[in-house]
Structure formats: C-alpha cells, structure tokens
C-alpha cells in the first residue's frame, strides 16, 4: 500500500524524537526504496546528455534524522530524500548545463549555493519531479566538489557537525577560507570569459584604433588566463593536502 503524507510525517516526528520501533524503520526503509523507479529514470536522463552521474539512491536513516532535528522541516517535505551529482569542468560549463538540464524536467527548481553558500558549500542544486518524487540533483564544479569532499571528509573523521558550521575553529576558518579562494576564482573565470566574448565581438573591425584596443585586450587577456591557472592550481592544491591530511589522520587513529 502507497505511505500517505500523514504516515510519512508522523513517522517524522517519531525519527526527531528517537522514540523508534522496527516497525517505524521499516516503514522508513519502505519510503526511501519508495524514490527508486523515479531516481533511476533520472538518472537515466542525465546519462542522455552524456554525464556520468554518482551519488546515492536514497539518503541514509542517520542522514535523514540529523537534518530534521537540524532544520524545520516535515520527512515529506525532504527534497533530497533520493539523489545524484553531476561534476563540470569550470563555472562555464556549470552555467551552460544546469538551464540545459532543468529543460529537460519541467518545474525544475535551481537553487544556486554560489552567491550565498551553506556553510561554505558551494554548487548548483536542480530539485526536479518525477512520479510525484522530488530528486534532488547536484551540479558541482572540479573546485566545488573538492571543497565538498573535504568538508565531508573532515566530518566523516572528526566531527560531524563540521560541515554545518561546528566543530573546531581551526576547520570552520580552513573551510571558509578555501571557500572564498573558489569563489576568487570562480570571479576570474566569469572575468575571463567576459573578455574572450569582446575579443570575438569585435575581432573583425578593420580600424587602426579598434587593432590597438584589441592587442591591448589580448594582453590583458594572456594575464588574467595566467592568473586563472595559477589561482586553480593553488586552490586544488590546498584541497589536496587536506584530503591527505584527513586519510592520514584516519590512519593513525584506527
């Protein structure tokens, strides 16, 4: 028999409350499985436009506890209950895809964790519908989803609160700043691609002044693609060494 919203929702209040029996974790383990015929036809979609999509089919009892006692919010009201994630290369291709891909599932909701990110998180989230079931899809950028991996990492290992902004100061500074050295870069890669627009919007005027301004453009377009590179590789860098950082302090401490 399909779990109605009441059902759903009262078994909510029980998860928030810790006042389980069997009975409610099976009902639980019934509603998440619920999301599988709508989770895969999403990710079958994703596939036709060429990505490889990862990610979980249903988010995990733990997970689902701690964000309603974290948030208010009702169990039915969860629109990432089932989910993916999709990884671009840079903030270009993030633009490009994530309109291409909300097309594809009318009603589409685009929540942009970019200008206003969670904790430091930064990505693109596309709620979509399908068989009345939202699925929640993940659009991450190289940078972006490095950022999260340490941020998970680091709550995985140390402190699970750390990706909701607890933890020791120390994490909370190291991720605020890394976060910001994204959004640094993310400004340039917008500035870069700014330029490479003017430079092809007006690379066929003839005019001896519209040449200058145009080799005067080119070379300030050569540094900032440098500077670009050099703010990625930095960035990437200090991501990496947390990574290492945290598979290492998971070593010592097993």
Same mark, same amino acid.
Do not use: C, F
């Given at each position: 028999m399909p779990i109605s919203k009441t059902q759903i929702d009262r078994l909510g209040d029980r998860l928030k409350s810790g006042d389980l029996t069997e009975s409610d974790l099976r009902l639980l383990d019934d509603y998440r499985r619920s999301f599988g015929e709508a989770y895969e036809a999403v990710v079958e979609k994703i596939v036709r436009r060429g990505q490889a999509p990862t990610g979980r089919l249903a988010k995990s009892t733990l997970s689902i506890v701690d964000k309603l006692r974290r948030e208010s919010i009702r169990l039915s009201q969860m629109q990432d209950i089932a989910g993916c994630r999709v990884i671009v290369a840079d903030i270009a291709e993030q633009e490009d895809y994530v309109p291409a891909l909300a097309a594809d599932f009318p009603g589409a909701v685009i929540i942009d964790r970019r200008d206003k990110p969670s904790h430091g998180y930064r990505a693109i989230h596309v709620i979509v519908e399908m068989s009345d079931k939202p699925i929640e899809i993940q659009v991450r950028t190289l940078l972006q989803h490095g950022w999260a991996e340490v941020s998970e990492k680091a709550s995985d290992i140390?402190?699970?609160?750390?990706?909701?902004?607890?933890?020791?100061?120390?994490?909370?500074?190291f991720l605020e700043a890394s976060s910001k050295s994204i959004a640094a870069f993310e400004a340039l890669e917008k500035s870069y691609s700014k330029r490479l627009a003017l430079l092809k919007q007006y690379s066929h005027?003839? =005019?001896?002044?519209?040449?200058?301004?145009? +080799?005067?453009?080119? $070379?300030? !377009?050569?540094?900032?693609? =440098?500077?670009?590179?050099?703010?990625?590789? +930095?960035?990437?860098? $200090?991501? !990496?060494?947390?990574?290492?950082?945290?598979?290492e302090l998971k070593r010592t401490t097993q």
């Open positions: 140390i402190d699970p609160t750390i990706k909701y902004g607890g933890g020791s100061s120390l994490w909370q500074k005027d003839p =005019t001896k002044e519209m040449l200058k301004v145009l +080799e005067r453009s080119k $070379l300030e !377009t050569e540094q900032l693609r =440098t500077d670009l590179v050099r703010s990625r590789n +930095e960035t990437q860098s $200090l991501l !990496t060494r947390a990574i290492s950082h945290l598979d």
